[in-house]
Antibody, heavy 118, light 111 residues
């Protein structure tokens, strides 16, 4: 059974950077992609971007284009997301999501709380 | 960018009855392959979202047949038949045609 485990909660000051990682287990196929979603306290879901596991091609939401970098490690089928120049409104739970090879195959991580506060 | 809207934003439901949620996009999500690139998710309190419906009308693995998705192009509907207490949470539609965009969510709770 495929599972995604994300790194632990982080606290950062405004202007700093944060990296959230996502490790998979149990996924045996070669085709996959990751995308990242965040959820501010009491708010809805916000799509941040996507990275192909095979090609490494990325597509970022315009809102994050200048501040985010998504990477993937094909040897471990893991992913990371770095967000820079943090602001207080970046405080949110960040989710890693893996798209499997078959349509409708989606796995979510447990979420990582990132708090930005001076 | 594709914008996705939902209605209603709040939906009180009675157990045993049916409920419907509407989702609209400002661009067609229907591709030439015949598939609509629209997914439905449920986020139960304190949990990560779970996929219910993909490509507009296909139920994800393990999802009860009480949940059904319909629609094409720019207008979609999620129907929950025979609502159960465990169905409470926030339902989101998400376009996956161009990157991804979530709708604002519909909070479903029991009357």
């Amino acid at each position: 059974q495929t599972q995604l485990v994300q790194s632990g909660a982080e606290v950062r000051k405004p202007g700093a950077s944060v990296m959230v990682s996502c490790k998979t287990s149990g996924y045996t196929f070669t085709h996959y992609a990751f995308y990242w979603v965040r959820q501010a306290p009491g708010q809805g879901l916000e799509w941040m971007g996507r990275i192909s596991g095979n090609s490494g091609n990325t597509r970022y939401a315009q809102k994050f284009q200048d501040r985010v970098t998504m990477t993937t490690d094909t040897s471990t089928k893991s992913a990371s997301m770095e967000l820079r120049s943090l602001r207080s409104d970046d405080t949110a739970i960040y989710y890693c999501v893996m798209e499997g090879a078959a349509a409708g195959t989606v796995y979510w991580g447990q979420g990582t709380l990132v708090t930005v506060s001076s | 960018d594709i914008v996705v809207t939902q209605s209603p934003l709040s939906l009180p439901v009675t157990p045993g009855e049916s409920a419907s949620i509407s989702c609209r996009s400002n661009q067609s999500l229907l591709q030439s392959n015949g598939f609509n690139y629209l997914d439905w998710y449920l986020q139960k309190p304190g949990q990560s979202p779970q996929l219910l419906i993909y490509l507009g009308s296909y139920r994800a693995s393990g999802v009860p047949d009480r949940f059904s998705g319909s629609g094409s192009g720019t207008d979609f509907t999620l129907k929950i038949s025979r609502v159960e207490a465990d169905d409470v949470g926030v339902y989101y539609c998400m376009q996956v045609l161009q990157g991804g965009t979530f709708g604002p969510g519909t909070k479903v709770d029991i009357k």
